[in-house]
């Protein structure tokens, strides 16, 4: 997948409304060690929130450009406020079916 469209963003964002932020980014910034975080909770789940906190050296969006570049397949469908939504799909066991690209969502999931 090379990007998501605007349904897809949309679909992910209506399932992440309930979550909670997993992962907070704080002075550190973007680490190795953050990067490996991020990467070991999209393993488990394939949408997530990032909490960015005011201490962070970063704004949302920038943060979430640095976050996608590190971490290959990794797609933002959300930056609001201090608040990053990620998505990668599982590479063995997807759970998340998208809406097909260009094709009405009709009600999935």
């Not at 992910?12 to 991020?38: D, E, F, Y």
């Not at 488990?44 to 704004?59: C, D, G, S």
Request: net charge positive; glycine share 8%.
């Amino acid at each position: 997948m090379t990007k998501l469209t605007s349904k897809q963003r949309a679909f992910l964002r209506k399932l992440a409304h309930r979550l909670k932020p997993l992962v907070h980014i704080g002075t550190g910034g973007v680490t190795g060690a953050l990067v490996n975080s991020v990467v070991e909770a999209l393993n488990t789940r394939e949408l997530i929130k990032v909490k960015i906190l005011e201490t962070a050296p970063e704004n949302a969006k920038k943060t979430a450009e640095q976050l996608t570049s590190a971490i290959p397949d990794t797609h933002v469908a959300q930056t609001i406020g201090r608040t990053i939504v990620l998505y990668r799909e599982h590479p063995e066991k997807p759970e998340i079916k998208l809406p097909k690209a260009g094709a009405d969502a009709g009600g999935s999931r």
